[in-house]
């Protein structure tokens, strides 16, 4: 027992560490292919479908448009989106990464593709289905 926490505790500190480390590399994480993995799963590609309240490439609902509007506004930027700024791919992609700096620094992949699906404080069980799929086509593109 006492082992399992000493490696716990070992792997965590160093976890810590490399996320530090990492700070530097956030605005240089290319995030492409996954991008196009989820968009792939979220509309097969295409800018214009629509799913109740979730809308674009990527599936955009208008919470997100929100909280990527009070993350700017926290930031002091003067840029906002709109909720048509959601059938635009690269708008949505600009949503996509502003996210993902806000809620998940350290770029970890996982997070990425289950917190777009789940929000921030995701169900593992909830997003399993989505993150397979998700990987499904990371793993092709990144072969």
Partial sequence: MKKVL???????ASSAWCIAG?????KNFDWEALIQAIIKV???GNAKAVSGRSVGALQITPVLVQECNRILKQ???SKRYSLNDRFS??????MFLLFQSRYNP???IEYAIRSWNGGPHYSNKATQRYYNKVMNYYKKTNA
Avoid: G, P, Q, T
Avoid at 6 to 12: D, E, G, P, S
Avoid at 22 to 26: K, L, P, Q, T, V
């Fill in 6 to 12: 000493i490696a716990c505790l070992l792997f965590f």
């Fill in 22 to 26: 990492n700070e530097a590399d956030n």
């Fill in 42 to 44: 979220e509309s097969n």
């Fill in 75 to 77: 930031r002091k930027s």
């Fill in 89 to 94: 791919v690269e708008k949505s992609k600009e």
């Fill in 106 to 108: 350290s770029n970890d």
